[in-house]
C-alpha cells in the first residue's frame, strides 16, 4: 500500500497533474513491485501566496510525499527515489533541484484498509521487496 500526496504551485502543477501521476505511478510499480491497479495520488494545488519555499526553487518545485507500509529494502527506495528524479525529470521536466521526495512509512497495524487493520489484509502483491 502507498498513498502519495503532490504539492505544488497551482499554476505550474495542473497542468501537470495526469502525466506526474502515470510517471510516479510507473516509477512505484517498477521499483516497490506495486500492483498496476494501486494507485493513490492526491494533489494540492497551491496558490501562490500560500506557498513559500527557497529562492533558489523555480515556480515548478514540486514536493513528493510518500506513505506507505513498512517493510521495503533500503536498496528498494533508493532505486525509488533514484527513478523518480530521473524519470520526473525526462519525462515531466521539473529538475531534481526543484524536486523534494519523502517517504514515510509505518507498520501495517497502523492502517485501517477496507474494515480491517492493513496487517490483517490478504494482500496480492508483496511488501519485503
Known amino acids: 500500500m502507498a498513498q502519495i500526496k503532490i504539492y505544488g504551485l497551482k499554476a505550474a502543477l495542473n497542468p501537470i497533474k495526469k502525466s506526474l501521476s502515470e510517471v510516479i505511478h510507473d516509477c512505484m510499480v517498477q521499483s516497490l513491485k506495486l500492483p498496476v491497479d494501486k494507485k493513490f495520488h492526491r494533489y494540492f494545488p497551491i496558490d501562490k501566496e500560500d506557498f513559500y519555499f527557497p529562492n533558489d526553487k523555480s515556480e515548478s518545485y514540486t514536493i513528493v510525499e510518500i506513505s506507505m507500509f513498512q517493510g521495503r529494502t533500503v536498496e528498494a527506495k533508493k532505486q525509488l527515489i533514484t527513478q523518480l528524479f530521473q524519470t520526473i525529470k525526462s519525462e515531466v521536466?521539473?529538475?531534481?533541484?526543484?524536486?523534494?521526495?519523502?517517504?514515510?512509512?509505518?507498520?501495517?497495524?497502523?492502517?485501517?484498509?477496507?474494515?480491517?487493520?492493513?496487517?490483517e489484509l490478504k494482500l496480492n502483491y508483496v511488501v519485503d521487496v
Open 93 to 119: 521536466g521539473i529538475s531534481p533541484e526543484d524536486l523534494e521526495i519523502t517517504i514515510f512509512e509505518t507498520p501495517m497495524y497502523h492502517w485501517g484498509i477496507r474494515g480491517l487493520p492493513g496487517d
